[in-house]
């Protein structure tokens, strides 16, 4: 009778529901204390590892930590360079949401507004940040959310060794400036791997080689760090994250939201008794194909620890108990990069990669104070200037097409673009409505220039003066595409609706009418008729002379300093170099009206340096975290 009972209840045990089990494991999580979470972080690289299949890389501890861990094919950093994609990482919303997407700027948010540490921190966690922050705030909000942030900052601070916590280290040895000091290589600069676009010279290569020394390093730092753990005995009670920032610190990746500029390694590391929070497809040393951003790593944490999701947090947890539905698409941009004004969005579904211009006449790579310290780009531009480059390695020093498309499949350079192909027109259409539509989603405050962002939102927080003003943000974002596409061309419907919006009350209106009709000016892609070229130079006259908005008179002056009379061209030269005091319309008006003086004084002839000489710099109120971009342009202007 025993011996048939224990059959029997073998039998059972054997074949127990899928729902009793599930109830069974439930019951077993809910006696687990929250999990720790650790993240390991490095600055400027992309998945330039061994555990992504590079085999010129040396990265044994992250490699190791990736064959226990979930790898992700595909995690973007939304923004291609640090302060907007660690603004983006502590929010857990898309810079451009906020009007923070520009590089090292200052902009206000709500005095109630959590970021991920906060609500982790309301969890119970000893939160530490150990000790990049570059957030772009103009307040020190989003550094105090953390326990300790601080170059000393570590998780064996806590005061109790049971309480969870949460805690960053990020390695910035990788970074830019690290690939362009003294330094011996280790690994052979003649093998190193040198993107199509990149010149394959020794000084490019001795570059790559730094970049892939460092790695190294950083990969023994998180070594060390996953060292620790296990001392202290923590490693079956914590998650790891490990992902690098944005693209390498070379040019083309950094600041750039393409492919090369976002894409970064991502590993998940979850230990057994914490697999029910693990992401459904985790697999210990697999691949995930789901696609993840930066925009999704704080909620991922507070889905992790069990906490309640923030309403205004748009990103979408990948894992924990608000583990959310799968992206088809992942979003990036540029703003103002450190002192030259641009404004691009770029969108992928994991093989294509869209990219949307919306000053495509600057080109790529305008003088950057701090970008050409890097020898590739000295070499880059020097080879340029000779005549030495071929076609794809040209391309960054001329102006841009309005769009670009890429299979990253046949072409992972991304330099093959596709945009005229009518074998992708589908594609491209696609993922053209994508990336609007996601503008419109999220309210992207770049269609408003930033200077006239802080003018119109004044002490209010820009985020909250753009949810609570009366603005169309659709009707925004369209005009936004819609005017720009006269750098393809300007039809006689198109010069209608410009001038509809150059006489519209809203300067939003006003600015995106009159660089739709700078653009047809500019464009090398269509010449204007002699009506058409009258007709925008009669509605570019005065709003270059009287507008109440600053930005858009130098907008419109833009236009008349290309292509009107002696008269209208010297006026455009007096307001921009007005604009350009700092002590007349502020820096972010001085910074665009700089930018095209520079963008046009070759082209004119025009010598600026003795109009500039006396230019001052600071002014009274020199906006938080980029007062110094005026006088790198001024320092450019007058030694070129």
Not at 454 to 460: D, F, I
Request: charged share 25%; net charge negative; aromatic share 10%.
């Amino acid at each position: 009778m025993i011996k048939s009972w224990i059959a029997a209840a073998w039998v059972g045990c054997c074949f127990l529901s899928p729902a009793l089990l599930t109830t069974v494991e439930a019951a077993d999580s809910d006696a687990l204390p929250p999990p720790n979470i650790l993240w390991l972080t490095s600055e400027d690289n992309g998945p330039q590892l061994g555990c992504y299949g590079d085999e010129y890389a040396d990265t044994p501890h992250l490699d190791k930590l990736a064959s226990r861990s979930l790898r992700y094919k595909k995690c973007w950093s939304n923004a291609p360079v640090c302060a907007p994609a660690r603004t983006t990482l502590i929010s857990g919303m898309y810079a451009t949401s906020l009007g923070g997407e520009h590089m090292r700027s200052g902009v206000r948010v709500p005095k109630d507004f959590k970021f991920y540490p906060n609500v982790l921190r309301e969890a119970g966690y000893f939160c530490t940040n150990n000790s990049k922050t570059d957030y772009n705030f103009a307040d020190s909000a989003a550094i105090k959310s953390w326990h300790e942030c601080n170059n000393k900052a570590h998780f064996r601070h806590r005061e109790r060794e049971d309480q969870p916590f949460f805690s960053v280290f990020n390695f910035t040895i990788s970074h830019e400036s690290q690939i362009r000091n003294k330094h011996t290589l280790v690994h052979d600069p003649d093998k190193a791997p040198v993107p199509a676009y990149q010149p394959n010279v020794h000084t490019v290569r001795r570059d790559w080689a730094q970049y892939y020394d460092r790695l190294t390093e950083m990969d023994a730092m998180c070594g060390k760090v996953l060292k620790q753990l296990e001392e202290d005995g923590l490693t079956d009670s914590t998650i790891v994250f490990y992902y690098g920032d944005h693209g390498s610190g070379m040019p083309r990746s950094k600041r750039w939201p393409y492919n090369s500029g976002l894409h970064v390694p991502f590993l998940l590391h979850v230990p057994e008794k914490y697999k029910h929070l693990a992401p459904t497809d985790y697999n210990s040393g697999g691949v995930s194909d789901r696609m993840v951003s930066f925009v999704d790593m704080g909620p991922t944490a507070i889905s992790l620890a069990g906490a309640e999701l923030p309403s205004e947090m748009q990103g979408i947890p990948f894992a924990g108990q608000l583990n959310g539905e799968s992206k088809e698409y992942l979003f990036g941009y540029r703003g103002r990069m450190d002192e030259r004004v641009d404004m691009v969005r770029s969108c992928t579904d994991g093989r294509y990669v869209y990219i949307r211009h919306f000053h495509p006449e600057r080109i790529y790579f305008a003088y950057i104070d701090y970008m050409f310290q890097t020898p590739t780009t000295q070499i880059w531009k020097k080879m340029f200037d000779a005549g030495e480059l071929n076609e794809a390695q040209s391309k960054v020093w001329q102006v841009k097409p309005l769009e670009e498309l890429f299979d990253l499949q046949a072409d992972p350079d991304e330099v093959n673009n596709l945009v005229s192909d009518p074998a992708h027109a589908d594609k491209l259409n696609a993922m053209r409505t994508e990336l609007r539509n996601w503008m419109k989603s999220t309210t992207d405050l770049g269609v408003v220039p930033e200077a006239e962002m802080h003018r119109l939102a004044g002490k209010t927080q820009p985020r909250k003066w753009a949810m609570s003003s009366d603005l169309n943000w659709d009707h925004l974002v369209d005009m936004a595409w819609d005017t720009t596409t006269a750098w393809n061309g300007l039809t006689d419907q198109k010069l209608q609706d410009l001038q509809k919006l150059c006489n519209s009350q809203s300067s939003i209106d006003r600015y995106w009418g009159t660089r739709g009709l700078t653009l047809a000016i500019l464009s090398p892609n269509a010449t204007l008729d002699a009506d058409a070229h009258a007709a925008v130079l009669r509605l570019l006259d005065p709003i270059a002379a009287k507008d109440e908005s600053p930005i858009v008179r130098a907008a419109a002056c833009e236009g008349l300093l290309v292509a009107g009379n002696d008269s209208q061209r010297e006026h455009a030269k007096e307001t921009l170099l007005q604009f350009a005091n700092v002590d007349n319309e502020g820096h972010f008006v001085a910074m665009t009206a700089l930018n095209l003086i520079d963008n046009h004084r070759r082209q004119l002839d025009w010598d600026v340096k003795s109009a500039l000489q006396k230019v001052p710099t600071k002014g009274d109120n020199p906006p938080i975290r980029a007062d110094k971009y005026v006088q790198s342009l001024l320092k450019y202007l007058l030694a070129n």
